[in-house]
């Protein structure tokens, strides 16, 4: 089986895959003081509550962000499950595709890998709703072309709590009205609405600059959030990432 691990800025996941199934999934908060040993004993306890042995694990894979917290990650791999990861980034990896453009994240080459896998041969808009929520371009060759970074939509809310005297931190959900009739009311049809219309102007100007129909598909931890909010957003993949980083591990050790 294999470890694959998606270090964010906010959250690390591990998933651990079985063939095409993900068989375990979990995550925690990112940090780069966390040692390997404190990975271990977490990750261990919760795999023996899905019944999963760490000796199945054959192979592992880490995709990051955060290079702080890299070296812990491999550590893990290396000292607790006996393999040596694959790195994104690192010249023994093969992604498969093109990358256009300079600066893509692990987490963006995953999502367009994955994108590539689920819709070959599909022009398509990645939205991703992490720290910071990511549009991806991605044409008919399953390349990656580029795309747009804007703040992510907690990190808006921190802004506007951080900057103001009065106004409360909150949970992004659905309002039921846009026009509020409180404080926190009016903050949540903001926040929510106002990241609607983010999403629709951006993908409206990508389609455009793009000149071709290109299908969008959204993933990350807000994700579901926005799910039928707008009919821009054609389908969530909760999994995206992670069937990236899947198949890049495919590509990289086929040959070996």
Avoid at 61 to 78: D, E, H, K, M, Y
Avoid at 194 to 214: Q, S
């Amino acid at each position: 089986m294999l470890l694959a691990i998606n270090a964010n800025n906010t959250n690390v996941k591990f998933g651990v895959i079985d063939g095409d199934r993900i068989v375990g999934e979990w995550r925690q908060h990112t940090t780069a003081m966390r040692t390997a040993d404190e990975h271990a004993v977490w990750l261990f306890q919760l795999m023996a509550i899905e019944k999963i042995d760490p000796k199945s694990i054959t192979g592992a894979i880490i995709g990051s962000v955060v290079p702080q917290a890299t070296f812990n990650l491999r550590r893990l791999c290396t000292r607790y499950f006996h393999t040596e990861p694959l790195v994104l980034g690192e010249p023994n990896v093969k992604y498969g595709i093109q990358i256009k453009g300079q600066g893509a994240g692990a987490d963006r080459i995953c999502n367009t890998v994955g994108a590539g896998v689920l819709f070959p041969r599909t022009p398509m808009i990645v939205v991703d709703f992490g720290t910071a929520t990511t549009f991806d371009v991605v044409d008919e060759e399953g390349s990656y072309c580029g795309g747009v970074i804007a703040p992510g939509i907690n990190l808006s809310i921190e802004a506007l709590v951080n900057a103001t005297a009065l106004l409360p931190r909150i949970v992004v959900e659905k309002p039921k009205r846009v026009i509020g009739t409180d404080t926190v009311a009016c903050m949540h049809s903001g926040v929510f609405w106002g990241y609607v219309g983010l999403i629709e102007g951006i993908v409206a100007r990508i389609r455009e600059e793009f000149g071709r129909p290109m299908k969008v598909i959204s993933t990350g931890g807000l994700a579901p959030v926005f799910d039928g909010a707008t009919q821009v957003i054609e389908q969530v993949v909760p999994d995206l990432t992670a069937r990236g980083l899947v198949e890049i591990y495919r590509r990289s050790t086929r040959s070996n």
